[in-house]
């Protein structure tokens, strides 16, 4: 802390002043400045098409980054008085110029700054007076402040050492928020400078993102219009079963199915659970599974490597403070700020922030995550990295346990003011610390698994569906050759990773085949029926065009950030997109007809106007938080609407005038719906969301019953 064992510091007594800095003040003035010359950098780009003005715009930006860290700087170099050292806690017998000696840990002091009262956390390594660490000018308080004056002919020796935690003048996630709000105040030139952007190509994880063509699927018209859905995850995705990656023959479990729960909000926390047999992590759920959380960055030399959410390892080439490089194949920027901190930004503005990464190989894990509105869910961890609580922006907040001899996650909780409401999930495991069962904050066991030599080798859900697996050691790795299920399904699979071909046969007899390439995407397949499928895949990993089994062929073009702008069907016809700056925002769509479906945003990505095909225009009007207050129609009349903190409507008035009232319980379920004629419709839930029960105004009432995979099992009405 810069306060050697060797030097000697002025005692702190009684009455002795506090003073904090003005880093916080300079901090956001620095801001201010940062983010006006963000925006002025991108309107002169506006202002001369991109061309002339880009050198200037990227000078602007990487003053714009440092102006935050300048400002703080200047700040923290001035100082006011905030107050002074209480009668409370100092020594009662060692006086010091005639005033009680004042003693860490156990002196209070009085802030202007913060009301409640506080205490020295910062004193002597080696100087105690009445068996506490003595207090001398320079030491910390627990809001941030230090000790201004002291004795000036006493001193105390002995290094300085932080006997309690202190509240930093300046939040790290303040900083991280302001370095977000810089970065997206400088979009409309089209992000951070990716000055090493052709480093970028080729670049590319060892196994690609298990849900990648599902992806492409969800946003292009044609792919869902003409692959059947059991098509895109099978022959054209390479799964087979429960599933298994017939690229590899691993054994996968995706997040999707396998949610444990979800708290609303406006950063809203989802949690769920990847699985991955080839995975050597050692997760907190035991061998192959991944969270969410347990992302990390480690620098290596001239790279730095993502761990992901499904564990894989993804290469960035490393960049200077004040740029960032783009991953066309992952669809995501490596940012390095002003100050020399990492985060990681995907094209819907979803900032995922690691901080400092030394050049040491060591991983340095997930610290927050946050969107353009400032929408946040922070991680808390211990020394060691463990995670130990999420809090998001609305107070929401969950605690996690570890009361397993391994170190394994046992429960998470909900907290609300500092205690434990409730067990959102409990996790048990086997002998060798490998996940068995999973319970859900309902307390039912919604799902159990079992392993042999470190592979699952069954997974079974709440209704008792089993699927197992059969495992063999083929070029050194072990591989499901064989999978079935209690309900019928049955295969088996066959690989040729010379020749970069699978197969998997049903229990009837058919036959599955696919090709894939060197980075493990299916380049050709052959479904059990009997259908043909061939996929062009460009550089970055996009599926470029899919010659179907009529011998139909469509095509797909993508811009240099990956994004879908053109796909074709078989007669020729071509929709078109155009994209909101450098994010997935659809601004505008063209039909074959030549109609068009447009959207205008502004530079947080909220919508602000639409207009249909027809030229008919809905306008949205939105608060600080993004959530959209009054719609517009187009024929001028308004909606409105009102939300609560946990982004749920609490209010909806129609075009008449006329309102309809929500109302929500603590775990954030809608229980009341109240109508315009004041008439109230209640919800009885269980603590997982099923409806129980709904009581209707004229007094009539419909029950429900579930069961544990929470599927409607009765319904009653009476």
């Known amino acids: 802390m810069g306060r050697g064992g060797g030097a ?38 506006v202002c001369t098409g991109g061309l002339g003005a880009v050198l200037l715009g990227v000078v602007l930006s990487i003053g714009a980054g440092a102006a935050p860290a300048m400002g703080e700087s200047w700040g923290a170099a001035r100082t006011t008085p905030a107050g002074d050292i209480m009668q409370t806690g100092c020594s009662p017998n060692v006086f010091i110029n005639g005033r009680n000696a004042a003693l860490a840990t156990q002196t209070t002091a009085k802030c202007e700054n913060h009301p409640a009262p506080i205490l020295i956390a910062d004193g002597s390594t080696n100087v105690f007076i009445n068996g506490h660490p003595a207090a001398r000018k320079g030491d910390k308080v627990t809001c941030g402040a230090k000790i201004g004056t002291g004795s000036n002919n006493v001193f105390i020796g002995g290094g300085t050492k932080r006997y309690l935690k202190v509240n930093e003048e300046v939040p790290e996630a303040l900083r991280v928020a302001v370095d977000i709000a810089i970065i997206v105040a400088s979009m409309g030139r089209a992000g951070l400078p990716m000055l090493t952007k052709g480093l970028a190509q080729g670049l590319k994880a060892v196994a690609p993102c298990a849900l990648k063509v599902a992806a492409l699927a969800g946003g292009s018209y044609l792919f869902g219009r003409f692959v059947a859905g059991p098509a895109i995850n099978g022959v054209i995705g390479g799964f087979s079963g429960n599933p298994v990656d017939l690229t590899s023959g691993r054994k996968l479990l995706l997040e999707e199915g396998e949610t444990d729960f979800a708290l609303p909000g406006l950063m809203p926390i989802e949690w769920s659970r990847f699985y991955a047999s080839d995975l050597n992590v050692d997760s907190v759920l035991g061998k192959g599974w991944v969270l969410p959380w347990e992302q990390s960055l480690r620098r290596n030399g001239s790279f730095v ?7 894989r390892s993804v290469p960035f080439v490393n960049v200077e403070p004040g740029h960032s490089i783009y991953n066309p194949y992952e669809q995501m920027h490596l940012v390095r700020t002003q100050g020399g901190h990492y985060m990681l930004q995907t094209q819907d503005n979803i900032f995922f922030y690691f901080g400092e990464v030394p050049n040491d190989s060591k991983p340095v894990p997930l610290q927050r995550i946050e969107n353009a509105l400032g929408h946040y869910l922070h991680f808390s961890r211990t020394e060691e990295g463990t995670l130990t609580d999420i809090s998001a922006t609305g107070n929401v907040h969950v605690h996690l346990q ?93 690989y040729d990773f010379k020749q970069r071909t699978s197969w998997a046969v049903d229990v009837l007899g058919r036959e599955l085949e696919v090709h894939y390439n060197e980075d493990r995407r299916v380049t050709s397949g052959r479904d059990y029926g009997g259908e043909h499928y061939t996929i062009d895949i460009d550089e970055n990993g996009n599926i470029t065009g899919l010659v179907l089994p009529d011998d139909n062929t469509l095509t797909f073009k993508y811009d240099h950030l990956s994004r879908l702008v053109e796909e074709t069907d078989p007669l020729g016809r071509k929709i078109t997109y155009k994209h909101h700056l450098a994010t997935t925002l659809v601004a505008q769509t063209t039909y074959p007809d030549g109609s068009t479906w447009k959207a205008r945003y502004d530079s947080r990505g909220n919508l602000l106007i639409e207009t249909d095909a027809l030229g008919h225009k809905t306008e949205y009007l939105n608060s600080e938080d993004g959530l959209p207050h009054t719609i517009i129609d187009a024929t001028y009349k308004s909606k409105y609407l009102w939300w609560n903190s946990l982004a749920q409507v609490v209010r909806f008035q129609d075009c008449s005038g006329k309102d309809t009232h929500y109302r929500y319980d603590d775990r954030g379920h809608l229980i009341a719906v109240t109508d315009a004629l004041n008439t109230t ?26 069961n544990a995979l929470g599927q409607v099992v009765s319904h009653t009405n009476g």
């Open 681 to 706: 419709t209640t919800l009885e839930r269980k603590p997982d969301g099923e409806v129980l029960r709904i009581n209707h105004p004229d007094g009539s009432v419909e029950s429900f019953a579930y």
């Open 402 to 494: 570890y009361e397993h001899p391994l170190g394994r996650l046992t429960s998470v909780k909900r907290i609300v003011n500092k205690e434990a409401v409730e067990t959102l999930a409990r996790y048990h495991y086997d002998d060798n610390g490998q996940l068995s069962d999973v319970y859900n904050r309902n307390g039912d066991s919604i799902r159990s698994f079992s392993y042999t030599d470190g592979v699952m080798t069954r997974h079974s859900n709440a209704l008792g569906l089993d699927c197992y697996y059969r495992w063999e050691t083929i070029d050194g790795q072990p591989r499901v050759v064989e999978h079935w299920t209690s309900d019928g399904e049955h295969y088996h699979y066959r």
């Open 305 to 311: 490597y993502l761990i992901d959410n499904q564990g």
């Open 8 to 45: 000697m510091f002025e005692a702190a007594r009684l009455h002795d002043g506090i003073e904090h800095t003005g880093a916080l003040g300079g901090l956001l003035a620095g801001a201010v400045i940062g983010i006006a010359m963000a925006v002025a950098g991108a309107a002169l780009i």
